[in-house]
C-alpha cells in the first residue's frame, strides 16, 4: 500500500488521461468503454458537487440520444421521484420541474431540489415532448427506500380507485404504524425491543396481495393502468423493505447498508423488467453515489462485509454494466455539519497526500476522462490501494481522515472515472442564510 504520490505514477495517469474541455468536454472515449452497455452506473464523490450533477446529466443525455436509454434510475425515494416521472412524460400537472420536484421534502432537500436537477428535468421533458406518439418516453425513477409513510399512502391512493375492498385491508394493515407517527427511527429502535413486530407481517402481506392481483388490476386500462398498477406494487414492496431496514438499523450498520443497496438492486430490476415489456432489451443510466456505484469488492467495504449495487450489478450483468466514478481535489461542496442540519456551502480542503485525488491534482490537468482499457500500464498502478475521498450529505473537515477517506483500487472499483481539480457547491434551489454565506476560506494550504 503506498502512502506517498510519487512522480512515475502521476506520470502514467497524466499519459492514460483524456484532458475535457468546460464548455465541450469530448466524451467519444468513455463512449467506446460503454459500448452497447444496459447498464451505466455514473457515481459521485458528493452528494452537492455542481460539477457532478452537470456532467452526470450530459452523459446522460448522450446515451439517451445515441444509446437508447429509456430510464433514469437515481438515489431517490420512489414516490418523490414518481411525481417527476409523470412530469417528464407529460402526465401530471406540473407546471415546471421545480414544482415536479416539490414532494422532495425530507432532508436532504439539496441532493435533488437543485439548478442542476432542474435543468435536466426540463431537458428531459423537451426531449419525450418532441418524440413521436407512439415512442417509448424516457422515465426517472427513484431507487431509495426513505419513503415509508410516502409509499404507505401511494398503495392506499391507488386501492381506493380501483378497488375500495382492498384498501381497506391495506389501510387496517398499515395502521401498526400509526403509533410511531412519522418517527420512523423510534419505530425502528422498538422493533429492536420487540414491541412492534407485528409490522412485519403486515407489510409482508400488503405486498402478497398486490401481487396476486396483478393479473386483474394490472391489465385494467391498458398501459396507463399497467403503470399505476407497477407504481402501486412498487411502493408496496418499498414499504416491506423499508420496514426491514428500520428494524435492522439498532442491530448493524453493515445489516441496513445491505439491505438498503439490496433494494436499490431489486427496485432497478423490477423496473427494467417493466420497461422491458414494452420495448424490449431496456438500457439504464443510474445516478447514485461512489460509495453505491463503484464496487465494493475493491474497497474496505469489503472487509466490513458490505455490498452495493455496483458489485452486484457487476457480478450478475459482468461487461454489460459500465461503472463510472468522479473525484475532485478542492473547491466548495452543499452539504450539512449534522444530520438535518441545514445546507452549508463548505470548503473542501484539499485532498490528502497519498490519495487518488492528490495525484491527479499532481498531473495539472484541469479536468479529465481516466480510462484504462488497454492500457496495461495504468491499469496495474490503479490496481494498487490508494486513499479516495467520499463526502455524502454531511461534510466534516476537521475529522476529513477518519470521517471520509478509505482505500480503495480504483481500476478494480470502476471501469473509468472523471475527475474535475477545482469544483463548486451545487446549488439548492431554497438558499438558506448559511449556505449563501458559505465557509470563511482558509488560508492553509493556500490562499482562495
Known amino acids: 500500500m503506498r502512502i506517498t504520490t510519487d512522480a512515475t505514477f502521476t506520470e502514467v495517469l497524466r499519459a492514460a488521461a483524456h484532458p475535457l474541455d468546460e464548455l465541450v468536454p469530448n466524451y467519444d472515449p468513455l463512449f467506446d468503454v460503454i459500448g452497447d452497455a444496459r447498464f451505466v452506473l455514473l ?55 421545480t414544482a415536479a420536484l416539490a414532494d422532495f421534502k425530507r432532508f436532504p432537500q439539496w441532493m435533488w431540489r437543485n439548478a442542476d436537477v432542474v435543468e435536466f428535468v426540463e431537458w428531459l421533458r423537451r426531449h419525450n415532448d418532441a418524440l413521436p406518439s407512439d415512442a417509448p418516453k424516457v422515465g426517472f425513477y427513484g431507487l431509495d427506500l426513505y419513503s415509508l409513510r410516502a409509499s404507505m399512502e401511494t398503495v392506499l391512493r391507488y386501492l381506493e380507485k380501483v378497488d375500495p375492498p382492498a384498501a381497506a385491508r391495506a389501510r387496517a394493515r398499515y395502521a401498526c404504524f400509526d403509533q410511531f407517527g412519522d418517527d420512523t427511527r423510534a419505530y425502528g429502535f422498538l422493533t429492536s425491543t420487540g414491541l412492534a413486530e407485528r409490522c412485519r407481517g403486515e407489510v409482508v402481506a400488503q405486498l402478497t396481495e398486490l401481487l396476486r392481483a396483478a393479473a386483474d388490476l394490472g391489465q385494467r386500462d391498458g398501459r396507463t393502468a399497467e403503470d399505476q398498477f407497477f407504481d402501486a406494487v412498487q411502493n408496496a414492496r418499498l414499504v416491506k423493505n423499508a420496514e426491514e431496514y428500520y428494524r435492522t438499523m439498532f442491530v448493524g450498520d453493515v445489516s441496513s447498508w445491505n439491505l438498503r443497496d439490496r433494494h436499490m438492486v431489486e427496485t432497478l430490476e423490477e423496473l427494467v423488467e417493466h420497461l422491458d415489456r414494452r420495448s424490449g432489451r431496456a438500457k439504464v443510466a443510474v445516478w447514485a453515489h461512489n460509495s453505491h456505484l463503484g464496487d465494493a469488492r475493491a474497497t474496505e467495504m469489503a472487509h466490513r462485509g458490505e455490498l452495493n449495487v455496483g458489485q452486484l450489478v457487476r457480478s450478475k450483468y459482468g461487461r454489460d454494466s459500465v461503472l463510472i466514478g468522479f473525484t475532485t481535489h478542492h473547491g466548495t461542496v452543499t452539504a450539512a455539519s449534522d444530520w438535518e442540519g441545514p445546507a452549508e456551502r463548505k470548503r473542501v480542503r484539499p485532498a490528502l497526500l497519498g490519495s487518488y485525488e492528490q495525484t491527479c491534482h499532481a498531473t495539472t490537468l484541469p479536468r479529465f476522462l481516466l480510462t484504462w482499457r488497454g492500457d496495461a ?34 481500476a478494480d472499483q470502476f471501469d473509468a472515472v472523471l475527475h474535475f481539480d477545482e469544483t463548486r457547491a451545487v446549488e439548492p434551489l431554497e438558499r438558506n442564510a448559511e449556505w449563501a454565506a458559505g465557509e470563511v476560506p482558509e488560508t492553509f494550504p493556500f490562499a482562495v
Not at 452523459?59 to 437508447?68: C, D, F, P, Q, V
Not at 436509454?69 to 409523470?86: H, I
Not at 500500464?377 to 475521498?389: C, G, P, S, T, V
Open 43 to 97: 457515481g459521485e464523490a458528493s452528494h452537492g458537487t455542481h460539477e457532478f450533477y452537470r456532467e452526470r446529466a450530459r452523459i446522460t443525455k448522450r446515451l439517451i440520444e445515441e444509446r437508447g436509454v429509456l430510464a433514469v434510475a437515481a438515489e431517490a425515494d420512489w414516490p418523490d421521484a414518481s411525481r417527476v416521472n409523470r412530469y417528464v412524460r407529460g402526465l401530471s400537472d406540473d407546471v415546471d420541474a
Open 377 to 410: 500500464r495504468a491499469k496495474r498502478e490503479l490496481l494498487d490501494a490508494r486513499l479516495e475521498r467520499a463526502i455524502g450529505v454531511i461534510y466534516r473537515p476537521d475529522t476529513e481522515r477518519g470521517s471520509h477517506y478509505f482505500h480503495a483500487r480504483l
